[in-house]
């Protein structure tokens, strides 16, 4: 089994629709990332939680929201979709001690029609 | 503002033949320098950092990097390229005194057979 699960992995939906991506981690990681690519682009960061009670914004985080139920859960969501959050999705995880994000869910592509 | 640049979209080398990935950084303070390799469908892969110490940085499959301080550069490298070393490779710089990360926008490597 995967480390860092995502799903859905493909997801097609229209404008103004409320969409929930979830990721789970298996690695037992405290912090965890949502970033999104864009082709040209890179990756830029959504929002990241370092522990369950912790919830910080990233460089993009309008119109997102996230959600940390749990030490291995971290669900990302889009309230009211809008063709420009058309995007790859990826989720990652960190130990407290490594610092940069090492593991990464396989991704979510997302289009917004 | 800090940033990392990666001045190649793609980089075409005969399989055997050393590679070279470039990046670029502007950083305050000491760098935090990072690679990952991004193959199809998949997520990143952590590949190499450079916290401190030697400039020549070992990492996984062979790869290595070398931190220029002088040249604000921390580049890719590996003696003798794979085919199935095809793939999107990433730098990533940490921001000083933060825990986020900024990444490159990729450079797509291509190893001829």
């Known amino acids: 089994d995967a480390d860092v699960t995502q799903t859905p992995r493909n997801r097609i939906t229209k404008t103004g629709k409320r969409i929930m991506l979830e990721c789970s981690q298996t690695?037992?990681?405290?912090?965890m990332y949502w970033y999104r690519q864009d082709p040209g682009l890179g990756l830029r960061l959504i929002y990241y939680?370092?522990?369950?009670?912790?919830?910080n914004k990233g460089e993009i985080s309008d119109g997102y929201s996230v959600s940390r139920q749990a030490q291995a859960k971290f669900s990302l969501s889009l309230e009211s979709a809008i063709p420009n959050q058309t995007a790859l999705y990826f989720c990652?995880?960190?130990?407290?001690?490594?610092?940069?994000?090492?593991?990464f869910g396989d991704g979510t592509r997302l289009s917004i029609l | 503002a800090q940033s990392v640049a990666q001045p190649e979209d793609q980089v075409n080398v005969a399989e055997g033949n050393p590679l070279t990935v470039k990046c670029t950084y502007s950083?305050?303070?000491?760098?935090?320098l990072f690679w990952y390799v991004q193959y199809p469908n998949r997520g990143l892969q952590f590949l190499l950092k450079?916290?401190?110490?030697?400039?020549l940085v070992k990492g996984s499959y062979g790869f290595e990097a070398e931190f220029n301080k002088s040249q604000t550069s921390f580049h890719l490298k590996k003696p003798s390229a794979l085919v199935s070393d095809s793939a999107l490779y990433f730098c990533?710089?940490?921001?000083?005194?933060?825990?986020?990360?900024?990444f490159g926008t990729g450079t797509r490597l291509k190893v001829l057979a």
């Open positions: 990652a995880t960190s130990d407290s001690t490594g610092g940069q994000p090492q593991h």
């Open positions: 950083v305050s303070g000491n760098p935090y």
């Open positions: 939680s370092f522990d369950v009670k912790d919830i």
């Open positions: 690695k037992g990681h405290d912090r």
């Open positions: 990533a710089v940490r921001v000083t005194g933060t825990y986020k990360y900024i």
């Open positions: 450079y916290i401190t110490g030697d400039n």
